[in-house]
């Protein structure tokens, strides 16, 4: 039996292929099928699915997807069951069109992890994402007949980041692209790490598929390349760390190509750097729908930063942001009415798709309608509500100080005390789990789970406001700021933001799931920060054992309300396993950690006059 991957990249698409093994009336009724190839400017060839509309009353703009995870069903007398994001476009008729990108499945070449984007290019040698939209771009007006001149481009998670590299460097006939969960920096924020700290869990399980080599053009890349099938992941990467066990013969053992660059990258050196599309997101003319999702788990800062870099240097682009509770992707299922002890009350994509979604490539595609969005459409969790901003993080918000106190307390003063301070110990042969639920694969709802199974650990602090006596609505950026000292010379820092809800709220939510008794810690945001990162990403610097030092974190966007009732609850922890590897707490390249680098860590944060450590919100007035 093959192991069931966790593919962080995107779930959706293993729904996709299977929607493609079955052929849909629909689709060939109403649409002719090509199978090609499109020679890129250096030679090279990429596998391209065309879908045109037998109608020929009209002409037709292009509605385009790069992937890496295949535009199988391959051969022209097989036909996919659904055509683009969503059935109503499907209907509309667009001239579809899929491609496998460079080195991925049926396409020529060599693939690259997030292909880094070449400026000023000065030969057809220098290839790039963009230059393969372009070229291919300029080939399908060429040859594909009853087209109006237009392309839009959209995709979900890596799919999405080629959607984003479309945007520099642009065919002048791409008029809209809609970049959704997009890939966007795998150092800080995006799927490999965040804030340095490496992502293990989703990693081991996606790279075990997607990082396998080809010798060439395949339909299929069959098995992964090791069984990893287990029923409890906690357990089993206690026996994989540390994390150069990963090489071992029974595991990777140097066979991944892009697992190699991730463990001989451990710093935001200029293979990460070189990933990061975000600087080149400016002078952006063409029509941008940014989509993500408050629970995405891979892709959230890719989503929130992917809107936020075309903002900043693109300031008089047409640039949209949807932010709806959803999982990654999740907008794009049939239905997404509930999510945790969530219960949204109808089917949120329905307002997506109609709305959103389809009127935004109408409107700039075909001229049809209007696109009236508002420039930020996000959902905000407590009330269950869409709300719509100008912009992104509001501008009518306040930035206020909660600060941590003795005795468990989360105060809107400083503690005015000489010294103060909490403790912990920090243990790696004792990690602090992710998640309180035992599974054989990540547990998605970790985001807005119960964390009252952390809450009652020793080596995991708690501070905790008083009843609410308002509704405290928060819209944009967290930030934390930590002061603290270690016996060791390295640590990480996880921060979680949680709504502490009564259990009366929870079930009357949930009327079919079990009964919840007490409050319930539901957990808002949370982010990591690997510590020798603190000042700089690129020139890692050990804590030195006794001395305070500040740690500052910035957590992920949110859009939600603590209703009156509530506490407002921060936990402070230093693992956070499987979903992180488990830091040694010592100074040093951690892949190349043996088991006897790793060593405790008493681990002190300060809340006093002087080292007033706090978490910032954006409440909005």
Not at 267 to 291: A, C, F, G
């Amino acid at each position: 039996m093959k192991f069931q991957l966790l593919l962080f990249f995107s779930i959706l698409y293993l729904g996709a292929k299977c929607q493609n093994s079955t052929d849909n009336s629909y689709v060939r009724d109403n649409y002719n099928k090509i199978d090609t190839t499109i020679t890129m400017r250096d030679g090279i060839k990429l596998y391209t699915v065309i879908y045109t509309p037998k109608d020929h009353s009209q002409k037709y703009p292009f509605l385009m997807e790069r992937t890496p995870y295949s535009v199988a069903p391959y051969g022209e007398n097989n036909y996919a069951k659904r055509l683009g994001p969503n059935n109503e476009l499907m209907r509309e008729k667009y001239i579809f069109v899929y491609q496998d990108v460079r080195g991925r499945y049926m396409s020529e070449g060599h693939n690259l992890e997030v292909t880094p984007y070449i400026p000023n290019k000065k030969s057809k040698s220098e290839v790039d994402e963009s230059s393969d939209t372009y070229d291919t771009v300029d080939w399908l007006l060429k040859n594909i007949q009853n087209n109006n001149g237009r392309v839009g481009l959209y995709g979900i998670s890596y799919p999405g980041f080629y959607a984003t590299a479309s945007l520099p460097g642009a065919h002048p006939a791409i008029k809209a692209v809609s970049p959704q969960a997009p890939v966007t920096d795998e150092f800080i924020g995006d799927d490999a790490n965040h804030n340095g700290a490496f992502f293990l869990l989703d990693n081991f399980d996606f790279m075990n598929y997607f990082g396998k080599e080809r010798s060439g053009p395949t339909e299929d890349y069959e098995s992964s390349m090791f069984d990893a099938r287990t029923n409890d992941v906690y357990h089993f990467f206690m026996n994989v760390e540390p994390l150069s066990k990963t090489q071992s013969p029974q595991y990777f053992n140097h066979r991944s190509y892009i697992w190699n660059e991730y463990l001989a990258h451990d710093t935001y050196d200029n293979y990460w750097q070189k990933r990061n599309i975000r600087p080149y997101l400016k002078n952006i003319t063409i029509p941008t729908l940014v989509v993500g999702g408050w629970f995405d788990a891979e892709d959230l800062f890719g989503s929130l930063h992917t809107y936020e870099a075309i903002e900043k240097q693109s300031p008089h682009n047409k640039n949209y942001l949807v932010m709806g509770p959803w999982t990654h992707g999740a907008w794009a299922r049939n239905q997404w009415t509930h999510f945790g002890t969530y219960n949204f009350g109808s089917n949120l994509n329905d307002y997506f798709k109609d709305s959103l979604e389809t009127k935004f490539f109408n409107y700039y595609l075909k001229d049809k309608g209007n696109f009236d969005a508002s420039e930020a459409t996000v959902y905000e969790t407590g009330t269950n509500k869409w709300r719509h901003f100008k912009q992104w993080p509001p501008a009518n918000v306040e930035k206020i100080n909660y600060y941590f106190h003795s005795e468990n307390e989360l105060e809107k003063q400083k503690e005015n005390t000489k010294i103060s301070f909490d403790q912990y110990v920090s243990d790696p042969s004792n990690p602090v789990p992710y998640t309180g639920v035992v599974a054989g694969r990540r547990n998605n709802e970790y985001m807005v789970e119960d964390e009252r199974f952390a809450a009652n650990r020793k080596d995991v602090l708690v501070y905790e406001s008083t009843v609410l006596k308002n509704d405290v609505t928060i819209a944009g950026k967290i930030s934390a700021d930590l002061f603290v000292s270690l016996s060791t010379t390295d640590a990480d820092f996880i921060v979680k933001l949680i709504d502490v809800v009564p259990a009366n709220e929870i079930n009357e939510a949930n009327p079919t799931a079990d009964t919840v008794t007490g409050d319930f810690e539901r957990m808002v945001r949370a982010e990591v920060m690997r510590g020798k990162f603190r000042n700089s990403y690129v020139n890692p610097q050990p804590f030195v054992p006794g001395k305070i030092s500040e740690v500052k974190i910035n957590l992920n966007d949110v859009d939600h309300t603590f209703k009156k009732g509530h506490h407002i609850m921060v936990q402070i922890q230093s693992s956070w396993f499987p979903l992180v590897d488990i830091n040694p707490q010592k100074f040093m390249r951690i892949p190349d950690a043996t088991e006897s680098d790793f060593q405790k860590s008493t681990i002190h944060i300060y809340h006093d006059k002087e080292h007033p450590s706090k978490i910032t919100l954006p409440v909005l007035k």
